[in-house]
C-alpha cells in the first residue's frame, strides 16, 4: 500500500477520533452535571457551537424535509457517523484493492516496457570491473 493510501487512511479516520476526543473532554468538564458519558448528536453540537448555523439550516431547507430526513441526520452521534464514513472509505479501497485498480495498482505492473533500453542493462552493466589501461 502507498504512503499516500495510509495517509488517506489516517486522515479519514480523525474526524471520528475528533468526536470521541470532544465528547470525553465535554463529560470531563461537566461530570458533576452529566450522570454518565454520552456520544453527542450532531445536531446537538450544531445547537452548542453553531446556533446560527443551524437556524439558517433550518430556514433554507422545507418542513418535510426538516422533519424527515434532515432530523434522522441531526439525530445521528458524531463519532458514529464519523466512523461509518470511514468505514465506507475503507470498504471502497477495499474493492480497489480486490481489483488492483488505481490507488493499490502494482507499480511494476505498470511499467513494463516494450522496447530495449539502456536504462535495465545498468545493474547488468555494474557486476563487471570496470579496467583502467594508460596510453
Known amino acids: 500500500m502507498s504512503s499516500g493510501v ?4 489516517f486522515l479519514i479516520f480523525l474526524p471520528a477520533l475528533a468526536a470521541a476526543g470532544h465528547d470525553a473532554y465535554y463529560y470531563y468538564e461537566h461530570m458533576e ?3 454518565a458519558f454520552r ?3 450532531i445536531g446537538y453540537m450544531l445547537d452548542l457551537y453553531a446556533p446560527d448555523v443551524l ?3 433550518k430556514d433554507s431547507v422545507s418542513e418535510e424535509i426538516w422533519a424527515g430526513p434532515l432530523t ?3 439525530e445521528q452521534k458524531a463519532v458514529f457517523a464519523a466512523l461509518a464514513l470511514a468505514l465506507a ?5 477495499f474493492v480497489l484493492w480486490l481489483f488492483g485498480l488505481w490507488p493499490m495498482q502494482n507499480p511494476e ?3 513494463k516496457k516494450s522496447g530495449p533500453s539502456g536504462i535495465g542493462r545498468q545493474s547488468e552493466n555494474r557486476s563487471r570491473q570496470i579496467k ?3 596510453k
Do not use: E, N
Open 39 to 41: 456520544f453527542m448528536a
Open 72 to 74: 434522522m441526520i441531526l
Open 33 to 35: 452535571t452529566l450522570p
Open 132 to 134: 583502467f589501461t594508460r
Open 89 to 93: 472509505s475503507y470498504a471502497a479501497l
Open 6 to 9: 495510509k495517509a488517506f487512511c
Open 109 to 111: 505492473r505498470k511499467m
Open 55 to 57: 437556524a439558517l439550516l
